[in-house]
């Protein structure tokens, strides 16, 4: 059997396996999973948040039997499409073995792994950024025009997986018509767009007959997300995601800019600085820009395997292996959640020093966002149990929650046959089931909002289960409270209160 298969089935395994190594298993899974799981009991052609592609994925899972490993085995899986695409490509530009297997290192000391232990739309994302490149650059070289249609594919499926895929698209438009105008004369990339069209087309006109909430989305991103991003900030970060490499990428990129080899892929370049500043201007967050990364890391390596060619610079191959590793494996624990949570109480982690611990809200806290996102789920579903055991009276009983995470938990963990918690949060607010009349509420409420009142009055006795008790939790102190015997119509109630909501994304939309 030849090297080159062996050696790319070596990366592929060393990917898998890297990817489940990242996560210890006291940890659960991250909230925003738990939403993207649900829209598969739910299907459309659009949601509030994100387009439908997920919600497809999240359908196969189920059939694989929903357990957490499936839930994380595809987000690694595009982890390595990813990877080999990046393989393939630097092969296709003519770099050998040495160059592929320093692209394949430099995407496993990166910050890929991170994103590819998270089942959200931004491994698909990156693995369509990437095709995007592949197919581009594989008909510059070819001429061939079934990739332009393959790149209108990559397109179509990225704006049905995130719509940030459209950053890219502006970027690589404003470069092609700098430097190569005249592909703008081939009829057939006209073909590849109108594919990418009737792609997305049923995307859109979900959009269109709900009022278009995406752009209440991005308001509400800008407003609550966003505001604490600046440009300077997310072009810092990106070193961040690279920096094991980053003493090799540069070198690398530079050679593409002034070398022969290099002419017929510059277009690349310029197409990922315009993008980039695009999304700076915007103040994105950092990670939106990751989809660039598996071209540039192909290219850069390809570009080094070129300048090492001869001489006694062609002896450091094996150091320009080595160091991404050697970099990489000192921060490895410190960027994913290998760690125990009770470890990490004991003795936790310095994650300030890299700006880890930051939050959306733009403050700091003892524990990186996503990981605090990856705890106290578990026990949530176990309190809801408790309070459904604690039922006396039959009648139907809604678990009403205050985010999409905590709805979603507890349809992931509890074990209660035929329970299903609602929110008017993100898209639940379209799925609640109202048709029997409400006899019991199960109501989760954050800390700092305890039951009112009115609440109180409205039903014949409530109780306090519990807490989510992990200090690190990001759900800590989240209680789970039990209020039997309406003594009045919850179902009108909570009619009135979604109308109100739904007119707060779709405007006038009916």
């Known amino acids: ?51 439908p592609f997920t919600s497809w994925n999240s359908v196969l899972i189920q059939w694989l039997g929903g357990g957490e490993f499936w839930v994380r085995f595809f987000p690694a899986l595009y982890g390595v499409l990813t990877l080999v695409l990046a393989w393939d490509l630097v092969k296709r530009l003519g770099g050998g073995l040495f160059a592929q297997s320093l692209a394949a290192i430099f995407l496993l000391c990166s910050a890929m792994i991170r994103v590819n232990i998270l089942y959200q739309p931004n491994a698909m994302d990156i693995l369509c950024w990437t095709w995007v490149f592949y197919s581009l650059i594989r008909w510059e070289a070819s001429q061939r025009p079934k990739w332009l249609y393959l790149m209108g594919m990559a397109f179509g499926m990225g704006m049905l997986n995130k719509y940030s895929i459209a950053f890219l698209g502006l970027g690589i438009l404003l470069s092609l018509l700098l430097m190569k105008p005249k592909i703008f004369k081939i009829k057939h990339l006209y073909g590849g767009l109108g594919l990418a069209f009737l792609l997305f087309l049923p995307n859109l006109l979900w959009q269109i007959t709900h009022g278009f909430p ?51 892929y510059r277009w690349v370049l310029l197409s990922a600085g315009v993008t980039l500043a695009i999304l700076a201007f915007f103040q ?41 590793i050697l970099l990489f494996l000192p921060a490895f624990n410190l960027i994913h959640p290998t760690v125990g949570p009770e470890k990490i109480l004991i003795s936790p982690p310095n994650y300030a020093k890299l700006g880890l611990n930051r939050w959306e809200d733009g403050k700091e806290y003892p524990l990186p966002q996503d990981f605090a996102d990856m705890l106290g789920w578990s026990e949530l579903g176990s309190l809801v ?32 046959p035929g329970l299903e918690a609602f929110t008017m949060n993100a898209d639940y607010l379209y799925w609640f089931d109202l048709e029997e009349p409400i006899r019991h509420l199960i109501l989760v409420r954050v800390a700092e909002e305890p039951l009112t009142e009115q609440e109180k009055g409205f039903f014949e006795s409530y109780t306090e289960i519990g807490h989510v008790s992990h200090p690190l939790a990001r759900e800590s102190g989240t209680t789970v409270y039990l209020l039997q015997g309406a003594k009045g119509d919850v179902n009108s109630v909570l009619k009135a209160e979604i109308r109100e909501e739904k007119r707060g994304w779709e405007g006038d939309t009916p």
């Open 385 to 416: 149990d408790q309070a459904v055991a604690q039922i006396k009276e039959p009648g139907r009983v809604l678990v009403l929650c205050g985010n999409y995470g905590e709805a979603g938990a507890i349809n992931f963990y509890s074990k209660t």
């Open 284 to 324: 994105a967050k950092g990670y939106y820009a990751l989809g660039l990364y598996p071209t540039l890391l192909a290219l850069s390596a390809f570009s080094l395997e070129m300048m090492s060619r001869n001489g006694w610079i062609r002896k450091l191959r094996p150091v320009a292996l080595a160091l991404p």
């Open 1 to 51: 059997m030849k090297k080159e298969p062996l050696l790319l089935l070596f990366f592929i395994l060393a990917k898998l396996a890297i990817q489940y190594l990242a996560v210890h298993p006291d940890y659960d899974l991250q909230r925003d999973e738990f939403l993207h799981l649900d829209q598969a009991k739910h299907l459309a052609w659009g949601y509030l948040s994100v387009p």
């Open 214 to 264: 995406v752009l209440t989305h991005m308001r509400l991103l800008q407003q609550y997300q966003l505001v604490n991003n600046s440009a300077v900030g997310f072009l810092a970060e990106q070193a961040l995601f690279i920096y094991p490499s980053l003493l090799l990428i540069l070198p690398g990129l530079i050679g593409l800019l002034i070398s022969d080899w290099g002419k017929p």
